[in-house]
T-cell receptor
Framework: SAVISQKPSRDICQRGTSLTIQCQVD?????MFWYRQQPGQSLTLIAT?????????ESGFVIDKFPISRPNLTFSTLTVSNMSPEDSSIYLC???????????FGPGTRLTVL | AQSVAQPEDQVNVAEGNPLTVKCTYS??????LFWYVQYPNRGLQFLLK??????LVKGSYGFEAEFNKSQTSFHLKKPSALVSDSALYFC??????????????FGGGTRVLVKP
């Protein structure tokens, strides 16, 4: 399976600021996704990161709040903009090669907004 | 729309006893089903998946799961639980043939506590 790293692993941020989270994979992958895991809850898909084009967002998530970049097949960033305490969550990227393929997850970024 | 239900928030089991974590799903068409485990302060680790074929799927760390189409279930099992199996377990589903790839929908998670 691919080796996935995320930076930062954790951060504490002030309300109103923005944080960019990086996801790096050690091999080219077809699909990259971003998920949010709010405290004590399950994972919710934020968006599919598309290489060279705009990300595809799920219902309830918008580009202005969660801009995503994917410049190539091994790297993606998620920005959490204008943060509020409700954005405190673990943000995870995941990768997969196709519809039948297993999706593998990065270690996550634990974000706390004060 | 697709959904996953894990009816138990927590499962307690004594070490050495069988462990079962329940999962039922709802999806249009045929599903792909997955189990993941999350240890404290770590990401999700893949355990096993059902894509097609044999309904009994064997995965990592001695875990297995049985796909039951009539009951729309995919329960996770381990014959003899270890204390180290204590973790948070997630069931997930994606719909076969999704054009956008395997977008996963997760259940709410089940915390497993294995007592010595």
């Amino acid at each position: 399976s691919a080796v996935i790293s995320q930076k930062p692993s954790r951060d504490i941020c002030q309300r109103g600021t923005s944080l960019t989270i990086q996801c790096q994979v050690d091999s080219q992958v077809t699909m990259m996704f971003w998920y949010r895991q709010q405290p004590g809850q399950s994972l919710t898909l934020i968006a599919t990161a598309n290489q060279g084009s705009e990300a595809t967002y799920e219902s309830g998530f918008v580009i202005d709040k969660f801009p995503i970049s994917r410049p190539n097949l091994t790297f993606s960033t998620l920005t959490v903009s204008n943060m509020s305490p409700e954005d405190s969550s673990i943000y995870l990227c995941s990768v997969g090669q196709g519809n039948r393929d297993t999706q593998y997850f990065g270690p996550g970024t634990r974000l706390t907004v004060l | 729309a697709q959904s996953v239900a894990q009816p138990e928030d927590q499962v307690n089991v004594a070490e050495g006893n069988p462990l079962t974590v329940k999962c039922t799903y709802s999806v249009s068409g045929n599903p792909y089903l997955f189990w993941y485990v999350q240890y404290p302060n770590r990401g999700l680790q893949f355990l096993l998946k059902y894509i097609t074929g044999d309904n009994l799927v064997k995965g990592s760390y001695g875990f297995e799961a049985e796909f039951n189409k009539s009951q729309t279930s995919f329960h996770l099992k381990k014959p003899s639980a270890l204390v180290s199996d204590s973790a948070l377990y997630f069931c997930a589903v994606s719909r076969r043939g999704q054009a956008a790839g395997n977008k996963l929908t997760f259940g709410g998670g089940t915390r497993v506590l294995v007592k010595p």
